[in-house]
């Protein structure tokens, strides 16, 4: 069992312990992430804007993901790093967003992406110069 910080709510926790109940779920109070991570990996024919075009945002998925499990930080009741579909905001690709915060951001690169896990996923601290 271990005592993790409530997602987005300085000084509150909740215990996780990994129980599974009677119906084959985790105690419902608990949340199963306390953030999820998720990339646009949509492409688009003819030109038209799409964050995974040029193929940067599977790249940085699938860095993301790494990085976020070496630092120990995904996994049940921590942290995880999804693919999506498009998320609406083509123009302003690529783009990534944390929930349950809904804080969007972009990024250039692989340091734009460490500092996204690092700071928001890990300390909770959102990075005010990449969010849109």
């Known amino acids: ?15 996780y312990d ?10 419902m109070d608990l949340p199963f992430y306390q953030r999820h991570l998720f990339f646009c990996l949509n492409r688009r ?12 945002a599977e790249t940085m998925f ?7 499990k070496d630092l120990g ?3 049940a009741g921590k942290m ?17 967003v ?3 915060d809904g804080v969007w951001y972009t990024y250039v690169d692989a340091d734009d992406v460490r500092e ?5 996923l890990r300390d909770g601290v959102p990075v005010a110069r990449l969010r849109l």
Do not use: W
């Open 62 to 68: 699938h860095m993301a993901k790494k990085h976020a």
């Open 1 to 15: 069992m271990g005592i993790l910080p409530l997602g987005g709510v300085p000084g509150s926790t909740f215990r």
């Open 45 to 56: 024919e003819g030109g038209e804007q799409a964050c995974n075009n040029s193929g940067l």
């Open 73 to 75: 930080i995904q996994g």
């Open 116 to 120: 996204i896990v690092e700071s928001h």
């Open 98 to 100: 944390v929930y349950p």
């Open 18 to 27: 990994g129980a599974i109940g009677a119906r084959g779920q985790r105690d």
């Open 80 to 96: 995880r790093v999804n693919r999506s579909g498009c998320l609406g905001r083509c123009s302003e690709g690529p783009v990534a």
